[in-house]
């Protein structure tokens, strides 16, 4: 019964158990970090706002994009999955969602970051709701932890403006 | 590996594993790297794979001592054609 088998058995069987326990412990420690994420966004230009033939509105514009998330990475963070998004309220929707731009961060050297972009991805309202409309600019972020429980939060940035007419 | 032996060996393994652990841990926290953590607890495991895997020597300082083959002359095995109570005593001579 006490063959070089069986001890390579037990041992392998509580390594891997014990493994488990530091892992667990590694997700646990995410806790001790308080992240201070920092973001702004600043819209430098609308190059063109019209209606769709569809009727919908459609606008592109330009961005500064700044933020620091480097408070986000712990020694158990894989990646920071990151998107603005435009948000705003319309008569039939409380909330409408549209992303503007993505990114991942593979690592802490790369949360601190500046980028002037065009919005990547259409801004196209479901409807004619855009002129003059008022809307938030949200920056929202996944955490992928090497083990755990992802989590996500965001930055709301309000103020901004459409334009009263189509350009 | 002898009694004595195999109890030595699964303790070494317990509290060596236990040890590696907690170092690593404690490697991998204080240098915030996960990939440190894991190095140094797969080093760990295959250290203590080696020092309780095979059977060394010093597992074998206790060895069990068999009776002499002559004392199994002096109690020989109850015959099948001995009476029943004989079978349940012991053979005294």
Redesign the interface.
Known sequence: MHSFGYRANALLTFAITLLALMCAMASLSDNLNSPSPSAHVQVLNINWFQKQPNGNDEVSMTMNISADLQSLFTWNTKQVFVFLAAEYETPKNSLNQISLWDGIIPSKEHAKFWIHTSNKYRFIDQGRNLRGKEFNLTMHWHVMPKTGKMSADKIVMPGYRLPEEYR | ?DWQG?KL??QL??IL??AF?VV??AT??F????QM?IIT?FGG?AL??LV????WPFYNRHPLKWLDPSEVEKHPKPQPSASSTSKKKPVKK
């Open positions: 590996m195999q060996a699964e393994m317990q594993l236990l652990a690593a841990f991998g926290y240098m915030a790297s996960f953590m607890y495991v203590t794979t309780t895997g095979p059977n």
